[in-house]
């Protein structure tokens, strides 16, 4: 070898084994809260465990499979069958990663740590899990097994990026002692009892992938159905996400999108009231129709302004306030008043004997035309007779209707043959798909 081969031989040797091998980041722990203020929790364990705490590793603190063993919150500490324990942090430990924890009744993966509330008396109970297993416990919630497997990925995709943004954001429960709350809060997380195996397997075929933008992995909002168009960011929290775009929907026909909520003109009078939005006798709403919307409805549909005037005064409420004061399932609605109609009528009937008695028959009678002055416009819905009026709120969607349609996502999959990317990029403009971990 002649010495400057030899030389080039050496530098790429040197090379070769000087450069660091590219060592993907291990996956983050999601720590979960699953309940705050507990006087006391039954836990149990799947295999043989311990019951620690910071402080104290106690031989009674042993217990077998199965075994279930009550945790009581004291003001200085904690007992354990009874038996103090003294320090802050209570571990549940077992010698084995497939432990599976009951705790009140319920199964989690992982890790559990109890401490005591921050702020009140009581117990926190903490479930620290990796991110992917973390997902297995969410998704069973947000969708039913049996959907199509693309769907599927992308709802894996954008659980994993709401629950990175969340965490990287850090401060939603920070003083709480962990990341992310088990409810809608944050993201619904039902552990071991909702995993399901399609969903199991749409997490691992995503493996670490997270949708970003400029860097950032995205608050991926999603909803059940977005009822025909999703809606821009800031039209119902306020704040304008570039990846959070309205986008025409393939949903409007999804089964269950089409709702319909009916009030009796004076129980929506009190329902106003005792949310502080009382008008007095109700007189009309004001609110443009969806097939000629006007200024008071998003490019969506969505009800932006909807007017309430009554005999004390006028009230202008937003679609998202109304959607959240008369519990509807969106805000994309439109109003008819209609005047109530029996369901049975009296009538007269003669008997065989030629006797004439007075019964109830069951009718149904034809809606009428909406009630009001034949002048209004079809804006105007006016309550005429506010003991027998109903006014009837029809809509689509199901959801705020910001990011991903659950629906939409799956008529993507089945009837565009989209694939989880096409359907994240659909819903999340402008993002980038890449590895988290
Ligand atoms: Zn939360």
Redesign the pocket.
Known sequence: MKKSSFLLFLTSFILVFMTPVAQAAPQPLVRVGLWTGQQSVVVGSSVAYAVETEQEQPKWARFKAGEQVVIAWKPNGMTVNGKTLRGQTLYLRSNTESARWEVNRKKYRGDIVLRQTTGKTGLTVVNEVPMEEYLYGILGKEISAGWPAEAAKAQAVAARSYALNLMLSGD??RQDGYD??A?V??QVYGGVDTEAPDMIQAVAATKGLAAYYNGQPIHAYFHASSGGHTEDSENVWGNALPYLRGVADVDAQAPGSAWEKRFNARALETLLTQKGKGVGVLKSLDLSPLSKPGADRTESGRVRQLQVAGDKRSLSLSGVQMRSYLDLPSALFDIRVVRALPSELDVSVETSYGATVEKKMPVSLKEPAESGRWNDPARIHRIIRPADDIVIFSGHGRGHGVGMSQWGARLLAEKNKYDYKQILQYYYQGIMLKKAY
């Open positions: 939603r429960h992310l709350c409810t809060h944050c």
